[in-house]
């Protein structure tokens, strides 16, 4: 029996983590739950899954939050707030797993703390990651704790690398990655109708059911620019050796190719609930609650090339991991700035891309090696990005 703290309860990643949770009560016992503001669906899911702990990071929530529990039928549960009480119930005691389902650069703190004291990381937020790089990929390999794959092609990717593989080391036989991308909803849409696009449209993923942020960065494709960083850093790979595929059906979740020929594929239906239960199980398996693969509805898989002309923040995910340093958080402090400020309406969708790569231009590619580095070039990217939306606007 495991103990579980979900970080991002309530958000897609972490419904669908409870989801496979509730189907192995022998496996698993939730130890934590925490979210930033969605308290009437985390009461659901005190209810049913009865957490030691909850944290609710919006302190005039968490007080809302109170009175709902002690009206409730619900007791024994701590409830804290503010974001350092993240890592307080990261790296509990009685916690064994932390699945990392907060949506960008919130996460990092608590995940890089679970990571330190050796919890197994269920990694679903890539942005932590991108940020601390080899700081996150170092502080795995000092406390010896397993680092599992969520993103679905990362886990496919995983799930590909030869038997006893552990995140973070070189399979050498391995000698390209074939990372799969949907290419998202505008992927036919003509290039010259993409500044007109709607947030509605943008998050309107025709795949895959998640978040707002995830679902604009699959429009833009700085979705596989993060997940292309990601790679290198999980698999320890240069981006060179990493070769975005797009893959329509997104039935095939990545592959490997090995120095014999050989290219393994991981397969399934696109439902985050696999890649979940593969890393929840790992290294045995169990049911996730997905329906077979009907391989005769799929009847057939497509392969194209992406187009970078089309989707500039792929480009400017390859500079970011070529340049090194700082620039990988840069990218994405910019990136996260501007998806706010598009689903906000203050920008277009072709802006997103511009804003990027003009926070990107005022940087230099200085060395990340502390943590104090990477959250300074965080919130210096935030600023600037901040300035160049104001730009486009005069
Ligand atoms: P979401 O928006 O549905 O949920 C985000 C969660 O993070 C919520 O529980 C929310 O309460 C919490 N959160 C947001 N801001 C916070 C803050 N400032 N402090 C504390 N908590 C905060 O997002 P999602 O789609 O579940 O994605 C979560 C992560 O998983 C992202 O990094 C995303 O890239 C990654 N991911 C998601 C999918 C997917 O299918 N949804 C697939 C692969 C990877
Ligand atoms: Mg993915």
């Not at 593969?278 to 005769?296: K, N, T, Y």
């Not at 003009?358 to 919130?379: G, Y």
Request: proline share 5%.
């Amino acid at each position: 029996m495991k103990g579980l703290c979900i970080l991002g309860a309530t958000g897609s990643i972490g419904v669908s983590t409870l989801d496979v949770v509730a189907r192995h009560p022998d496996r698993y016992k939730v130890i934590a739950l925490t979210a930033n503001n969605n308290i009437e669906l985390l009461l659901e899911q005190c209810l049913q899954h009865k957490p030691q702990f909850v944290v609710v990071v919006n302190e005039e929530k968490a007080v809302q939050f109170k009175q709902k529990i002690s009206a409730s039928a619900i007791s024994g549960i701590e409830i804290l707030t503010g974001s350092a009480a993240l890592e307080t119930v990261a790296t509990l005691e009685q916690v064994d797993s932390v699945m990392a389902a907060i949506v960008g650069a919130a996460g990092l703190l608590p995940t890089l703390a679970a990571a330190k004291v050796g919890k197994t990381i269920l990694l679903a937020n890539k942005e932590a990651l991108v940020m601390s790089g080899d700081i996150f990929m170092q502080a795995v390999r000092d406390s010896g704790a397993h680092l599992l794959p969520i993103d679905s092609e990362h886990n496919a990717i995983f799930q590909c690398m030869p038997g006893g593989y552990e995140a973070g080391s070189k399979a050498p036989q391995a000698r390209r990655i074939l990372l799969t991308a949907s290419g998202g909803p505008f992927r036919e849409t003509p290039v010259e109708q993409l500044k007109t696009v709607t947030p509605e449209q943008a998050v309107a993923h025709p795949k895959w059911d998640m978040g707002r942020k995830i679902s604009v960065d699959s429009a833009t494709m700085m979705n596989k620019g993060l997940e292309l960083i990601e790679a290198c850093l999980l698999f320890n790979m240069a981006p060179e050796a990493i070769q975005v595929v797009i893959h329509k059906q997104s039935i095939i979740h990545s592959m490997v190719d090995y120095v014999d020929g050989s290219v393994l594929a991981q397969m399934g239906n696109p439902d985050m609930r696999i890649p979940i239960a593969h890393a929840m199980a790992w290294p045995d398996r169990f049911d996730s609650g997905v329906e077979p693969l009907d391989i005769f509805e799929v009847g057939h898989m497509d392969f194209e090339k992406p187009s970078l002309e089309r989707f500039p923040c792929l480009r400017l995910a390859y500079e970011a991991i070529k340049a090194g340093g700082i620039m990988p958080a840069v990218l994405n402090a910019a990136n996260e700035i501007a998806v706010e400020s598009f689903l906000n309406e203050n920008i277009r969708f072709t802006d997103i891309a511009v804003v990027i790569e003009k926070t990107m231009l005022a940087f230099k590619p200085t060395s990340a090696k502390t943590l104090a580095q990477v959250l300074e070039a965080d919130q210096q990217a935030r600023q600037e990005a901040d300035k160049q939306i104001q730009n486009l606007s005069i």
